[in-house]
C-alpha cells in the first residue's frame, strides 16, 4: 500500500465520518459544522487527484460562502439549535434496502470494472492544468455552451433573489 | 548552485545524508525533512509574531503620542514576553452553556487560517512552501477558513455580544472577499499566472505602477478582511464591548490576537508580492537568497505599517455605510476595473512596455477619477434631497 492510498484511505474514512455525523447529529450547528469537515474532505480528496483548482474551489465555494451561510441561515431562524424530534420516519427501512442495493449493484459493476487496478498516468512536466481548464471553458469545441448557460442560470437566480427580496411599496430603502 | 543562493535545497540534501546514514529509509527521510520544514518556517513566524505584538504597540503609540512599551528591557522589547507569560497564567475559562469543542477548536482555526497562507508565500526565489499554480485563489480559501472561525467562536461562546460581533464581522469579510478576488485577477492578468513566483518573476515594472487604482482597491478589501479599523466590526467598546472574541482568556484570546497582528503583516507582505514586485529589489535577490528574503520582509513591514498607519489615523465607519460602500462602490469599480485591464491588456498585447505601462497606468487613473466623480455627484445630490425634506419638515412646523 502506498502513501497515497493510506491518505485516500484516511480522507474517505473522515469524509464518510462526516457525513453520517452530518444526518445523526442532533444540533443544527454541529451538523453544519460536520458538514463542512465533509465538505474539507471532499476538497484533500481533489487535491490528491493533482486537481488543485478543483481544491480551492471547493473550500472557497463550499465552506467559505454555502456553509457559511448555512450557519447564517440556522442561528438566524432556529430559536432552539436542537432537534427535538425522532430522527428517523417509518420508511426508513425502505431508505436502507435502497442504498444497500446501490451499494451492492455498484460493488458488482466495478468488480469487473478493469479501471480499478490501473495507476494514473503520471502528467508530464510542464503542463499548466488550469490554464488548459481555462481554454476549455471558453473554447466552442469544448465548455463554452455550458459555461455559458450556467452564467446565465446564476445571473436570473441573482435577479430573482433581488427581485423578492424587493419591497416595492417601501420603495426606496434609504431612509 | 551554492549555500547562498539556494539554502533549503543544501540543508535538505545534508540532513537526507544524515538520516539515510543512520538506516532511515528514504521516503521517511524525505517526509520528516519536510515535516522539520514546517516546522522551522511555523517556528520563525510565531517568534516574529512575538515581536509584531512589540511593533504594533511602538506604533500605535507614536500615532497616538506617546511611547509605548518602555520598562522591560531596551525599548521595552522584553514586554511581549511578560505579555506571553500574563496570558498563559491567566485562568483559562469557559462561560456557561459554551460549546465546549467547537469553543476550543476556533482560536486554533482562526491561527491556523493565518499560518496556511505562507505554504504560497516565496520568500525568495527557491525558499517557497509550494509554488501552487493557483495560489491568488488559495488566499481567498484560507480567508473562508478564517471566516469560519469567527463564526465558531462567535457561537460557541454563549453570549449574544459575542454572536453579533462575530455576525458583523463575517458580514464584512463575506463582502469585501469579492472586490478583493477581483483584485487579485488583475497581477493575474498582468503575469498570465496565478502562481506567486510567475507573478514576482513577471514584475519588471512594479504592478503598483501599472494599476495604482486596483492596489488601492486590493488594500482597503485587504484591511476589510483583516477586521481592522476603520472596519473593526466584530469589536465596538460602547456597544458589543470585544466583538467574537469577549468570552475568551489568557493564551485562546492570544491566539486571536496573535493571529490578527500576523494576518495583517501577511498581507503586508501580499501587497509587496502582487504589486511591489515581491523578493526583487534592482537584482538583490540574484546575490543571495537570504537577501531576498530580507527584501520581502522589508517589504511586509511597509506593508504592514501602512495596514497600521490607516487603523489610527481614521474613524470607525458604521456598518450600513461600510456595506453599501462595498456593494455599491467598490464591488462594482472592482468589476469594471477588470474589465478594462483585460481589455487594455489585449489591446496592447505586443506594443513596447512603454506604451503599454503607461496605457494600464492612464486608464487606471482615468477610471478612478470618474469613479470618485460619480459618488461625489452621487453624494451632492443625496445631500441636497436629505437638506431639501429637512427645510420642507422645517416649514411645515414653522407654517
Known amino acids: 500500500m502506498t502513501g497515497e492510498q493510506i491518505i485516500f484511505l484516511l480522507t474517505a474514512l473522515f469524509t464518510l465520518g462526516s457525513g453520517v455525523m452530518v444526518v445523526t447529529s442532533r444540533n443544527l450547528i454541529h451538523a453544519a459544522l460536520w458538514l463542512v469537515s465533509a465538505l474539507f474532505g471532499v476538497a484533500v480528496t481533489y487535491a490528491l487527484l493533482d486537481a488543485a483548482f478543483l481544491a480551492v474551489v471547493q473550500v472557497v465555494v463550499y465552506i467559505g460562502a454555502i456553509a457559511i451561510l ?78 455559458e448557460v450556467a452564467s446565465v442560470l446564476l445571473v436570473a437566480a441573482l ?11 417601501s420603495g426606496d430603502t434609504r431612509k | 548552485m551554492s549555500f547562498w543562493n539556494d539554502p533549503l535545497k543544501i540543508a535538505a540534501d545534508w540532513l537526507m545524508g544524515i538520516f539515510t546514514g543512520w538506516g532511515m529509509p528514504e521516503i521517511a527521510a524525505q517526509i520528516l525533512i519536510g515535516f522539520l520544514g514546517v516546522f522551522l518556517l511555523v517556528a520563525l513566524l510565531m517568534v516574529l509574531d512575538i515581536f509584531l505584538v512589540w511593533v504594533e504597540r511602538k506604533v500605535v503609540a507614536r500615532f497616538q503620542d506617546r511611547l509605548g512599551p518602555n520598562r522591560v528591557g531596551p525599548w521595552g522589547l522584553i514586554q511581549p514576553f511578560a505579555d506571553i507569560i500574563k496570558l498563559i497564567i491567566k485562568e483559562d475559562t469557559t462561560p456557561g452553556g459554551a460549546d465546549k469543542v467547537v469553543y476550543n477548536i476556533a482560536p486554533m482555526l482562526s491561527m491556523m487560517s493565518v499560518l496556511i497562507l505562507w505554504a504560497v508565500v516565496p520568500l525568495a526565489p527557491k525558499i517557497i512552501g509550494v509554488d501552487l499554480n493557483i495560489g491568488a485563489l488559495y488566499i481567498i480559501a484560507a480567508g473562508a477558513i478564517g471566516t469560519l472561525a469567527i463564526i465558531m467562536a462567535g457561537w460557541s461562546s454563549n453570549n449574544k455580544f459575542a454572536l453579533i460581533g462575530a455576525f458583523r464581522q463575517v458580514a464584512v469579510m463575506v463582502s469585501f472577499e469579492i472586490p478583493m478576488l477581483t483584485m ?73 490576537y496573535a493571529g490578527e497582528l500576523l494576518h495583517a503583516f501577511t498581507f503586508g507582505g501580499f501587497m509587496g508580492i502582487l504589486f511591489f514586485g515581491g523578493y526583487r529589489f534592482f537584482g538583490l535577490e540574484q546575490v543571495s537568497a537570504f537577501l531576498a528574503v530580507a527584501v520581502i520582509v522589508f517589504k511586509a513591514f511597509i506593508g504592514y505599517w501602512i495596514i497600521m498607519w490607516v487603523k489610527y489615523t481614521l474613524m470607525r465607519i458604521r456598518i450600513d455605510h461600510m456595506l453599501a460602500f ?34 494600464m497606468f492612464l486608464s487606471n487613473v482615468a477610471l478612478g477619477w470618474i469613479a470618485l466623480e460619480v459618488a461625489r455627484r452621487y453624494s451632492r445630490r443625496e445631500r441636497a434631497r436629505v437638506e431639501g425634506v429637512v427645510t420642507t419638515s422645517r416649514s411645515t412646523l414653522v407654517g
Open chain 2, 326 to 359: 462595498n456593494w455599491k462602490f467598490l464591488t462594482p469599480l472592482a468589476f469594471t476595473l477588470l474589465m478594462v485591464t483585460a481589455l487594455m491588456n489585449a489591446l496592447l498585447a505586443g506594443t513596447s512596455p512603454w506604451i503599454y505601462t503607461s496605457g
Open chain 2, 184 to 256: 487579485l485577477l488583475i497581477p493575474t492578468i498582468f503575469a498570465g499566472s496565478m502562481g506567486f513566483n510567475a507573478i514576482i518573476e513577471a514584475q519588471d515594472i512594479w504592478y503598483v505602477f501599472l494599476a495604482p487604482l486596483a492596489a488601492v482597491i486590493f488594500l482597503i478589501a485587504a484591511i476589510a478582511e483583516l477586521g481592522r479599523a476603520p472596519f473593526d466590526m466584530a469589536e465596538g467598546e460602547s456597544e458589543i464591548v470585544a466583538g467574537f472574541n469577549i468570552e475568551y482568556s489568557g493564551m485562546k484570546f492570544g491566539m486571536f
Open chain 1, 159 to 169: 435577479i430573482g433573489a433581488v427581485y423578492v427580496a424587493f419591497n416595492p411599496r
Open chain 1, 70 to 147: 448555512f450557519i447564517f441561515a440556522v442561528m438566524l431562524t432556529r430559536k432552539d439549535m436542537r432537534d427535538q424530534g425522532p430522527q428517523m420516519n417509518t420508511n426508513w427501512w425502505f431508505g436502507a434496502l435502497l442504498s444497500v442495493l446501490v451499494f451492492g449493484g455498484l460493488f458488482f459493476l466495478l468488480q469487473g470494472w478493469s479501471g480499478l487496478s490501473r495507476t494514473a498516468s503520471p502528467i508530464p512536466p510542464g503542463f499548466d492544468s488550469i490554464s488548459e481548464l481555462g481554454n476549455a471553458l471558453i473554447s466552442p469545441d469544448a465548455y463554452v455552451l455550458p459555461f
